[in-house]
């Protein structure tokens, strides 16, 4: 289990989502339908345009997983 973490398209920012997640259960989310908030800017982001990851660590350090 690991945290879901993505950054914010618009501020470059790393968000923490608060979601707890496997990586099996990351692998299945529904990536057309899923909106994200944004404690960074008013937008809420779209899982299919964002890049996320589990874990603590960077994307560069981690697994990383891009829906575009």
Same mark, same amino acid.
């Given at each position: 289990? %690991?945290?879901?973490?993505?950054?914010?398209?618009?501020? /470059?920012?790393?968000?923490?989502? %608060?979601?707890?997640?496997?990586?099996?259960?990351?692998? %299945?989310?529904? #990536?057309?339908?899923?909106?994200?908030?944004?404690?960074?800017?008013?937008?809420?982001?779209?899982?299919? #345009?964002?890049?996320?990851?589990? %874990?603590?660590?960077?994307?560069?350090? /981690?697994?990383?997983?891009?829906?575009?």
């Amino acid at each position: 289990m %690991g945290p879901l973490k993505f950054i914010c398209p618009s501020t /470059s920012n790393q968000v923490d989502t %608060g979601i707890e997640v496997d990586a099996q259960s990351f692998a %299945g989310l529904p #990536r057309e339908i899923t909106f994200l908030d944004c404690p960074h800017c008013p937008e809420p982001h779209q899982l299919a #345009r964002v890049s996320a990851w589990l %874990g603590e660590l960077h994307p560069e350090h /981690s697994v990383v997983s891009q829906f575009e």
